[in-house]
C-alpha cells in the first residue's frame, strides 16, 4: 500500500474553506484516493474518493494533479461540527485492507 | 449508504476475562470484514482480516490465541478478547467491503475497559 504524508494538524474557523494536501509520491496506477473522516470515539466516516482531476460530492472536493503524487481534500465554509481526524488513504479500489497513517487534526474555531 | 453495526459501543470487564465484540453488515453481505485496534490519540492499526468461512489473517504482532476471530456468516464477524488484560483497553473498529462497492464501511467502533 502506498505511503501517504499528511499534515499533523490545521486550525480554521467557520466559514472558511479548508485545504488539507496529502503526498503519495508512490501511488500505483491501480490506486484510488480515498479520504475518511473520524470523531472521537466513532468509526471513520467516507468523505470522498476519487482517482484523478476532481471529484466533487455534496460535502468536499477532491482534487488530484496529473501526476497523482498528490491530492487536496476542500472542505467549504466549515463548521464547529468539522472539528475531526481526516485520514487520507491510497489503495486499490478492491483492497479493504486499509492502512491508516497520521491523520490531520482539524480544528474549527468560533 | 451501507451499514456496519458493531456490539456493545462500551465494555468495562475485570482482568482475566474475556469479551465479545460483534460486527455486523446490515444491508449488505460482507465476505470480508476487518478489525481494527485505536489506541488515545493514534490511528487505527489493522489487527486482522476476517473471512467467512475460513480462518482469519493476522497483521504481525497481534496473537491470534489471544484475540480470536469468527466469521460465522456473511453478515457477521466476532472478536473475542481473551483473557483480557488493561492494556488491552483500547477502542476496536470492525470494517466491512461491499462488493459491488469501492469504499470500506465502518462501525461505530466499541470502546473496551479493562479494571
Known amino acids: 500500500l502506498a505511503k501517504t504524508t499528511q499534515p499533523i494538524s490545521m486550525d480554521s474557523y467557520e466559514g472558511q474553506e479548508v485545504n488539507i494536501t496529502c503526498s503519495h509520491n508512490n501511488i500505483a496506477t491501480n490506486d484510488y484516493i480515498t479520504w475518511y473522516q473520524q470523531f472521537p470515539s466513532q468509526g471513520p466516516r467516507f468523505i470522498i474518493q476519487g482517482y484523478k482531476t476532481k471529484v466533487t460530492n455534496e460535502v468536499a472536493s477532491l482534487f488530484i494533479p496529473a501526476d497523482r503524487k498528490s491530492s487536496t481534500l476542500s472542505l467549504p465554509r466549515v463548521s464547529l461540527s468539522d472539528t475531526a481526524v481526516y485520514y487520507c488513504l491510497v489503495g486499490d479500489s478492491g483492497d479493504y485492507k486499509l492502512s491508516f497513517g497520521a491523520g490531520t487534526t482539524v480544528t474549527v474555531r468560533a | 449508504g451501507a451499514v456496519v453495526s458493531q456490539h456493545p459501543s462500551r465494555v468495562i470487564c475485570k482482568s482475566g476475562t474475556s469479551v465479545k465484540i460483534e460486527c455486523r453488515s446490515l444491508?449488505?453481505?460482507?465476505?470480508?470484514m476487518f478489525w481494527y485496534r485505536q489506541f488515545p490519540k493514534q490511528s487505527l492499526m489493522l489487527m486482522a482480516t476476517s473471512n467467512e468461512g475460513s480462518k482469519a489473517t493476522y497483521e504481525q504482532g497481534v496473537e491470534k490465541d489471544k484475540f480470536l476471530i469468527n466469521h460465522a456468516s456473511l453478515t457477521l464477524s466476532t472478536l473475542t478478547v481473551t483473557s483480557a488484560h488493561p492494556e488491552d483497553s483500547s477502542f476496536y473498529i470492525c470494517?466491512?467491503?461491499?462488493?459491488?462497492?469501492?469504499?470500506?464501511?465502518f462501525g461505530q467502533g466499541t470502546r473496551l475497559t479493562v479494571v
Open positions: 470494517s466491512a467491503d461491499r462488493d459491488s462497492g469501492t469504499e470500506a464501511f
Open positions: 444491508d449488505f453481505q460482507a465476505t470480508t
